[in-house]
């Protein structure tokens, strides 16, 4: 056999998407991936073993999350490096997003490893797509910080963010995270929720924060389950476009407030009284 005719079988990686709620979604090539490997690693292996038992995968699991040590860590590459393919998995949706992984791909690819995508659900994409948002451009910001003082800063930090904004938030938190969208970003910027996807209690929830808050708070039942809370981009103060406060804001960050308005008044066409306003309200 010549050496030409010889091809290299690298390990691979394969990063699995798996359902966030109904069975269903589970793509077949997804089952087959973790029918054919020769180990699966797994977020918490109590929750995986009825997905696939489901599916009839025997395929041995062990456990790999965010506190693994780098023994553990260690183990899954020797295990490639020993010529086995490897499938990650997590609770639930695609791995990596808001979920553990990184290091294992991180290391996976600098040892030369193929990592290959199986995709399917995503908790931020499905919601995102039925969210009536805009969505050529969009942040995802993983879950609000636990704290009062870190979570308003955060979003005080995004208050002018003109993409749309997406955010996982723990059900018993959710209140206390709507009333500082409200509290920071004004009770008429559109919230919306989207709870339970693909469950059987799925909710699309799409209001202004003051009335989504109020909404929220009379029913408990919308305090429950899995939350994606997604937020209207900025789109400019008091009629001002927002083309126009960045203007105002390059202007004002050389010049006092006062001139800074009347010369942004003078290129823009915007009232400079108005201008000057909002500068007021809304200091750098």
């Avoid at 929720?193 to 408990?220: G, Q, Y």
């Avoid at 997604?230 to 960050?253: C, H, K, N, Q, Y």
Wanted: net charge negative; aromatic share 6%.
């Amino acid at each position: 056999m010549s050496e030409a005719s010889i091809v290299e079988i690298s390990p691979t990686l394969y990063v699995v998407a798996t359902p966030i709620g109904n069975l269903a979604d589970m793509v077949p090539r997804a089952i087959e991936v973790l029918q054919t490997v020769a180990l699966i690693a797994a977020e918490d292996t109590r929750h995986s073993r009825p997905l696939l038992k489901h599916f009839d995968i025997d395929t041995p699991l062990v456990a790999y999350h965010d506190h693994s040590n780098n023994a553990a860590l260690e183990r899954l590459l020797d295990h490639m490096r020993g010529g086995k393919d490897l499938a990650l998995i997590s609770d639930a949706g695609t791995p990596l997003v808001s979920d553990p992984g990184y290091r294992l791909v991180d290391l996976a690819l600098s040892e030369g490893f193929k990592v290959v995508p199986i995709p399917g659900a995503c908790a931020v994409i499905a919601a995102l797509s039925v969210a009536g948002l805009p969505s050529d451009r969009f942040m995802f910001e993983g879950f609000l910080p636990a704290k009062q003082h870190a979570r308003q800063a955060t979003l005080k930090a995004l208050v002018r963010e003109r993409r749309t904004m997406i955010f996982y938030e723990a059900p018993h938190r959710l209140r206390d995270s709507l009333a500082d969208v409200l509290t920071v970003m004004g009770p008429d910027r559109t919230v919306v929720l989207a709870r339970e996807i693909t469950k059987l209690f799925e909710t699309v929830k799409r209001l202004p924060a003051a009335e989504m808050l109020e909404w929220v708070s009379a029913d408990s039942n919308q305090q429950r389950g899995e939350c994606v809370v997604l937020i209207a981009g900025f789109g400019g103060d008091d009629g001002i476009p927002v083309s126009v406060i960045e203007m105002l804001d390059v202007l004002r960050a050389e010049l006092p407030l006062k001139q800074a308005a009347a010369l942004c008044a003078k290129i823009t066409g915007i009232k400079k009284n108005q201008l000057y306003q909002y500068g007021i309200e809304n200091p750098l």
